[in-house]
């Protein structure tokens, strides 16, 4: 597990920090990244990314965010060179909805691996880890 | 009017027959009325109708040269023996003598003029003839003549000059007139009937009176007359009868004038066949006394039914009957022939005003009928037409004339008017179709242009009426364009119903999507701090069972409880704010309002160094919804003193002003701004926030503003750089 790094991006600071709380019995705590803004996840990603290119990342992503929504933080991702979201990088949509439509649009992106339902528990990472 | 020309010329007809008859008969030569003849040596003297009754002897004296010679009374003789017996009484050396020359007695001593043909007078040599006719008392010289030369009578040429051209001129005129008739008058039957009745006319006038006698030497005048007369007679009633159409309006009429028929028929045979005087006498007093006496009767019946025409009739039925039966009497010497042809004339023309009378009577019958269909089949068009909002129009288009329905005028507003006038029809169309309609109307007949179209109309009062039309051009054989019909169609209604369906089903869109904004922003805002309780209540329990708890998730428990709690409350604002669909505008001072709201962000504001300042002296009492205003101004305070730039002290400026009905509001800060170019779209909906410094807002406020304008049917927008400011603009109509 200590290739695994998992970044963050959520709006809401209870959440990150519930969330990192359950990620943090599975991943170390340095390999944790929590962020309240896309933009600023995105660019940590990328800069982890270049140091390190065998990493493994594992992204939590929110969908309703002020500065851009989940989405769009997906296709930032995507055109990113060094991820492998088919290969060895996963991206997990996180968010409170359960409008059935955001899951549905979560199937359909290609580099999405899943779409969890905000509490994120000890169960669930085990389930993912799976 | 054809009608009444008609009757004026058998009118006309039959006055200038009986004018001819007094004219020479009275302005003519001859005095008396006796006519004699002249040919070659020979007179003719043949005794004129109406001499029939009373004793009458023929005188003739003849003056030699010589007054003393009477030897040449010797030659007078009558080669053609008559029937019947005549006094004859002439001079022989002064002394009147008495001879009977052939003539055969009649009983009762009267002399029956009626058929003696002639007689001739031989004159050798010079000297004077006179022909005396003695109506007792009185001698009436007829005829004197002064013999210059044996065997020359020029007198009878001239005569018979001028007879023959009064003839001829009558009837070239009666002629043209008749060509005439022909092309005025589409009847043949009439006009035959008329052709008949004219020649009748000229042959009794002129062979009555023995003027001119085209066949008198081969028949009797008289005879062959009563004959042609009655023929004719028969004939323009026969003619007449299918033309009058009797049987509609008295049935009984037509079974008379066929027993009149008859009667005539029955009265001519003896004429036909009997020449010989004494069985034509018998078998016409066999007929016709009956007959007269049944077809009064008859008459008289006629008259007494008060059917419609039966007047009329009456008068047809009776003068023809008469009219036949005198003619029988007149020619077995009952009365004086000379006034019987007039009488046959003149009752001729009355019948002949009797039928027209009928034909006249029968035809405004037939018109009032045809009147009364054709104004029932208007008025089922006009009030269907009215039911179904449709008018129908036809144009004539080698002359532009135009016809249009009552229901035409009442579509366009336009008053009646006859001829309807295209252009006021055009006039009423709404301006922004008129050039259309023009350029349409133009070109009618062009084969291309699509013969529909819709457009509105504008009555005198404003209201504007949809209208659909359409039309059809019918061409001539040569591919030239002959008329136009079409219909217009009231279709106002119809558009108005799809106007309201359209404006409905909008407002539903809008509401559908207002409410999937909303599920959408429940499914996401509202759960999440609910997920965030469930995770925190997930940690506590861990760290519970691991003896590690600290105040931290508690905290952030009690936060995510709280946010939930604000949420609920935000969507109760929300639910309640949708029921409230009328909202009431009071007369609203903007200073005030600014006033209240920097009261309750004062202290915020003074915390953060901001300067607020507002303008509303442009805009005095505007009628608002204070509620709405007031949470405007709020809002927008408060974002601009939450979204300012740190460390940058907030400088936000209210202003307003009335612009052509509008109020203009502004609301401008220096703020963060917005990134309008990724957030345009969002900015007004529910739940969205643009900002990263997003914590504090809830994503309510734009959106309520926004709900709130639109209620007062207005506008917001909004212009921003980043880091340099934002203003919201709200054009609100007052």
């Not at chain 1, 199937?107 to 899943?114: F, K, L, Q």
């Not at chain 2, 008025?379 to 269907?384: E, R």
């Not at chain 2, 579509?411 to 009423?428: L, Q, T």
Request: charged residues 20%.
């Amino acid at each position: 597990m200590n290739d695994i790094t998992v970044i963050l991006a959520d709006d809401d600071e209870i959440n990150n920090y519930l969330s990192v709380s359950v990620i943090g019995e599975f991943v170390a705590a340095g390999q944790i990244f929590a962020f309240t803004s896309p933009g600023q996840a995105v660019r940590e990603a990328k800069s982890i990314c270049a140091d390190q290119p065998s990493k493994r990342f594992v992204f939590f992503i929110d969908i309703n965010m002020p500065e851009f929504s989940g989405w769009e933080m997906v296709r930032q991702l995507q055109s990113q060179p060094g991820f492998d979201f088919n290969g060895k990088d996963r991206i997990y949509i996180l968010s409170s909805s359960i409008n059935p439509a955001d899951r549905v649009t979560a199937v359909n992106e290609i580099s999405v691996t899943g779409f969890v339902e905000k509490p994120l528990t000890i169960g669930m990472m085990e389930g993912l880890l799976k | 009017m054809q009608r009444i020309f008609i009757l004026f010329f058998f009118l006309v007809t039959g006055l200038q027959a009986m004018a001819y008859e007094i004219f020479v008969d009275r302005k003519g030569t001859l005095q008396a009325d006796y006519i004699i003849r002249h040919s070659d040596s020979l007179f003719y003297y043949t005794s004129r109708p109406g001499l029939s009754s009373g004793n009458h002897v023929v005188w003739i004296r003849i003056l030699v040269d010589n007054p003393n010679d009477r030897s040449q009374f010797k030659y007078i003789s009558f080669d053609n023996p008559v029937i019947y017996k005549a006094d004859f009484y002439y001079y022989e050396d002064t002394v009147l003598k008495h001879d009977q020359y052939g003539f055969g007695y009649k009983q009762k001593s009267k002399l029956q003029v009626t058929n003696i043909d002639e007689f001739r007078v031989n004159v050798p040599g010079r000297g004077k003839v006179e022909v005396f006719v003695r109506m007792e008392p009185r001698y009436i010289s007829v005829y004197s003549y002064e013999i210059k030369q044996l065997g020359e009578m020029i007198m009878w040429k001239d005569r018979k000059f001028y007879a023959t051209f009064v003839f001829i001129f009558f009837v070239a005129i009666l002629l043209f007139f008749s060509v005439f008739l022909m092309r005025i008058f589409p009847e043949r039957k009439l006009f035959l009937a008329y052709i008949l009745f004219l020649v009748t006319t000229i042959f009794t006038s002129t062979g009555m009176t023995g003027y001119y006698r085209p066949f008198a030497d081969l028949v009797n005048p008289i005879q062959l007359t009563e004959i042609f007369a009655t023929i004719s007679l028969m004939s323009c009633l026969y003619l007449l009868r299918p033309y009058f159409k009797l049987r509609e309006s008295f049935p009984r009429a037509n079974k008379l004038l066929n027993y009149t028929l008859a009667y005539m028929a029955l009265s001519l045979l003896p004429q036909l066949f009997f020449f010989s005087y004494q069985t034509d006498f018998f078998v016409k007093h066999f007929v016709f006394i009956p007959c007269m006496i049944i077809f009064t009767g008859l008459t008289f019946f006629l008259v007494s039914q008060k059917a419609r025409y039966s007047i009329p009739v009456a008068v047809v039925f009776f003068m023809s009957t008469i009219t036949s039966v005198t003619l029988n009497i007149a020619f077995l010497g009952y009365i004086r022939l000379g006034y019987w042809v007039q009488y046959y004339q003149f009752s001729l023309v009355i019948i002949m005003v009797a039928l027209f009378l009928i034909a006249f009577l029968q035809s405004r019958d037939k018109q009032v009928v045809e009147m009364a269909a054709a104004s029932l089949s208007k008025l089922i068009i006009d009030k269907t037409q009215m039911l179904a909002k449709i008018g129908s129009w036809y144009m004539d288009l080698p002359t532009n004339k135009l016809w249009v329905s009552d229901e035409m005028y009442s579509i366009y507003g336009v008053e009646k008017k006859n001829p309807p006038d295209v252009n006021a029809f055009i006039d009423k169309v709404h301006e922004d179709d008129k050039e259309r309609i023009i350029k349409v109307w133009s070109a009618l007949a062009d084969k291309v242009q699509d013969p529909r179209m819709e457009y509105r109309v504008r009555h005198t009062d404003g209201s504007i009426r949809h209208i659909s039309a359409s039309w059809v051009i019918s061409y001539n054989e040569h591919g030239g364009a002959k008329r136009a019909t079409g219909y217009v169609q009231d279709i106002t209604e119809r558009v108005l119903a799809e106007e309201e369906k359209s404006a409905i089903s909008s407002e539903l869109i809008q509401r559908n999507q207002v409410l999937e904004e909303f599920s959408y922003s429940v499914s996401h805002n509202l759960r999440s701090p609910l997920a965030n309780i469930l995770g925190l209540c997930d940690m506590i329990e861990r760290k519970m069972k691991d003896g590690k708890l600290d105040l931290v998730p508690v905290k952030m428990l009690t936060d995510s409880s709280r946010r939930l709690d604000s949420i609920l409350r935000d969507l109760n604002t929300l639910l309640n704010y949708d029921k409230k669909l009328n909202v009431l505008k009071t007369p609203l001072q903007l200073d005030e309002v600014a006033k209240e709201t920097w009261e309750i962000y004062r202290e915020k504001c003074e915390f953060l160094g901001g300067q607020f300042t507002w303008d509303f002296n442009g805009t005095g009492l505007v009628h608002l919804v204070k509620p709405y205003m007031d949470n405007i101004f709020q809002n927008m305070l408060s974002n601009s003193l939450k979204y300012s730039r740190p460390g940058i002290p907030p400088v936000i400026h209210f202003s307003g002003r009335l612009n052509e009905g509008m109020l203009q509001l502004e609301f401008r800060d220096n703020g963060l701004g917005i990134d309008l170019d990724a957030n345009r779209s969002k900015l007004f909906g529910l739940y969205q926030r643009f900002n990263p410094k997003a914590a504090e807002g809830n994503g309510l406020g734009l959106y309520l503003i926004r709900l709130q304008v639109e209620k007062m049917k207005g506008q917001i927008d909004v212009k921003s750089d980043l880091n340099a400011g934002t203003t919201f603009v709200i054009n609100i109509p007052v």
